[in-house]
């Protein structure tokens, strides 16, 4: 009680405290994370536009691999760097972990509120004879269906959502837990930020009779609506890193 050390942090890895409390948090942002990078709707429909390519289903498969690769090199590169420059779970890593998640906050959320005044702006600008006219897709979009097998995988490094893993690389780093633990946490990551384009891929490939219909509402309700579901995810992740990034540095 008296020998002047400060309080005990809480963890998996540690004896002291309430066990787990510390890993917990770290643990339920690296899971809304992985949702959040898994939910980018134009990776989504990148995946759904590539089981309608002429060269067959291995290009999507092409496309997923390099997305789980490009996320997996990067969280591994990111832990590995900070890694080796702060102890995991010491006051400097909680507090670049801080600063990371406090600047990408500020950066989604100012991103996130241009998208949304150039939305309204554009909607006050739009003649009511347009309003019910069908949106289009850009161009590169529509070209998808002749796309190659290395345009594919290039579209996979280029479409994965890396602000998000940079996020979760700071959670990652911010755990006081065991290597064991913080290779589960970046399994988890890994795994929940790319189950989205798995889903359509697998879903496409072994039952693409049965999942034609579901796969087309997706695409036709993305094409609609994915700039609002962009700027959703941006002003929520926005505000939530923002906040725990103030949390961290305070």
Known sequence: MGSGRGPPRAGVGSGDGAPGSSLSAELTSVVVLGIGCAANPWGIMIAVLLLDARRGHGIVWA?????????????????????????????????????????????????????????????????????????????????????????????????????????????????????????????????????????????GTLAPRRSAPLLERMRAWLTVHNRAVITAILLVLGVSLTARGLTGLG
């Not at 070209?143 to 998000?164: C, M, Q």
């Not at 837990?177 to 798995?198: D, M, Q, R, Y």
């Open 63 to 203: 496309y997923v691999v390099a997305w789980i690769g490009a996320i997996t090199v990067v969280l591994t590169a990111l832990l590995a760097g900070f890694g080796a420059i702060f102890e995991s779970g010491s006051d400097s890593a909680n507090t670049a972990a801080a600063a990371v998640e406090l600047i990408l906050g500020l950066a989604l959320l100012g991103w996130g509120l241009q998208r949304l005044l150039a939305a309204r702006r554009a909607s006050t600008a739009a003649h009511p004879a347009h309003s019910s006219a069908p949106v289009q897709l850009p161009s590169w979009l529509r070209a998808i269906e002749s796309v190659s097998y290395v345009a594919a995988f290039l579209l996979g490094i280029y479409s994965a959502t890396y602000p998000l893993v940079i996020a979760a690389g700071g959670e990652i780093l911010r755990a006081d837990g065991s290597t064991a633990e913080t290779a589960a946490l970046a399994v988890l990551f890994i795994v929940l930020g790319s189950s989205s384009v798995v889903a359509v891929a697998a879903l």
